[in-house]
């Protein structure tokens, strides 16, 4: 492994998409990973579309860069297997609720009774002061507690609905990552290990009201919170005569190259509503569909051509196919193809940031349940003898 996080090592008990996400970033960068999994192992395994079992494409896509051992943790030889991991580690992370790692035997108490020096990571639903602190979560039920869906109705979808992305996982994955870099830090000058909540819900509030707190801002409020801009009904990409375009025409600056572009059909030129940037926010549904009626007298490439010549920002709109033919893309290399083990040729998305000294990188391939099981407890100080005793007690196995 290379990358700014050698010689880091997390422990990472997460599962599902938010953890695995911030554990796969964390061993892009170089950190060494040791994922820790149920003997039936992380259920992403099991989502189709697959080749083989316990290997899906979701899995494949967060859980490189990472080693799998397989500890049945409710049992006491697993809790102590897991502790003798974390007695050489700077890193727990799980995404269980807080009550279920008590439960273990596992809370921060007991784990830094070990490893007083441990960062102990948590990412699930709520802050453990209020009244939901030991409720379950998930993306969808996120997205609807902080009234995204809603959002999406007043934007002028016909229900509310969530958006089609796994933004709360994975917003909250990175903001676990920063934290934990952060807490690494903190480390390197202190000494201190310290215990990490960060709540899916309180981080997604701050998330969504960076943008729409607004009026609500002020005592008394000025006026209802909601950023217009972005609620607008009229804010999509704009059909042209073949196709449609992402145009964003934002600034002083953008507006006027953007009269250049229309020559003397420039009709919103004068228009009052449209003379600054607080007064076209005001009216962002206006102007938008009058820009929309002039986007379709022209075709995609007209467009794209003109407005790139007036450096007014704006690409083709993709789809989940498209994407893979974009010639940025191609050219900085986002999309690779390896070779997996099992799996043979699959497509990567590669690490999307540039560094000049020690470049992050895929260290390994997915791996296999249980796939270094042996090599890990070994590093762990067990012995061959001992290794087959938890594999008999059901423990541990390995790859399957």
């Known amino acids: 492994m290379s990358g700014p996080l050698k010689g880091v090592r997390v422990i990472d008990m997460t599962t599902v998409l938010m953890g695995p996400y911030a554990s796969q970033i964390l061993g892009d960068m170089g950190a060494d990973v040791i994922k820790v999994e149920s003997p039936q192992g992380d259920m992403v395994r099991e989502l189709a579309p697959m080749q083989h079992a316990h290997m ?6 967060i859980n490189r860069s990472k080693r799998s051992i397989v500890l049945d943790v409710k049992k006491p030889e697993g809790r102590e297997a897991l502790l003798r991991l974390v007695a050489d580690a700077d890193v727990l992370l799980y995404n269980v609720r807080p009550q279920a790692m008590e439960r273990l035997g596992l809370g921060y108490e007991a784990v830094s009774e070990v490893n007083p020096g441990i960062l102990y990571v948590g990412a699930f639903g709520f802050g453990q002061n209020g009244p939901y602190a030991a409720k379950p979560a998930f993306d969808d039920l996120i997205q609807g507690a902080i009234g995204l869906p809603s959002l999406v109705k007043q934007a002028g979808s016909d229900v509310p609905r969530y958006v089609p992305a796994n933004i709360v996982d994975r917003t909250v994955g990175l903001y ?43 005592d008394p409020p000025l006026g209802e919170p909601g950023y217009a801009r972005l609620l607008a009904p009229e804010r999509r990409p704009f059909k042209t005569k073949d196709g449609f375009v992402c145009a964003v025409i934002y600034n002083d600056k953008q507006w006027a190259a953007f009269y250049e572009v229309l020559g003397d ?21 206006e102007i938008q569909q009058i820009v929309a009626r002039i986007f379709t007298e022209r075709t995609t490439h007209e467009w794209l051509q003109q407005l790139e010549k007036a450096d007014i920002p704006c690409m083709p709109l993709h789809t989940l196919t498209s994407i893979f033919d974009d010639p940025h ?15 043979g040729r699959i497509r990567s998305v590669g690490v999307p940031t540039t560094w000049s000294d020690s470049q992050p990188q895929p260290g390994r391939h997915a791996p296999r349940l249980g796939e270094q099981s042996e090599e890990i407890l070994r590093e762990a100080g067990y012995s061959h003898d001992e290794i087959m005793s938890l594999m008999a007690q059901g423990v541990t196995h390995g790859a399957s």
Request: hydrophobic share 40%; aromatic share 8%; proline share 4%.
């Open 329 to 343: 893309l191609q050219a900085v290399d986002l999309f690779q193809w390896e070779t997996h083990p099992t799996e």
């Open 176 to 218: 676990a990552v920063s934290s934990l870099c952060a807490a690494l830090y903190h480390k390197e000058k202190t000494g201190r290990g310290q215990r990490i909540d960060i709540p899916m819900f309180e981080t997604m509030v701050s998330h969504l009201l960076g943008d729409h707190i607004c009026g609500a801002t002020f």
């Open 56 to 61: 899906g494409a979701l899995f494949l896509h």
């Open 265 to 285: 059909s420039a009709e919103i030129r004068n228009d009052p509503r449209f003379a600054s940037l607080d007064s076209r926010n005001r009216h962002t549904n």
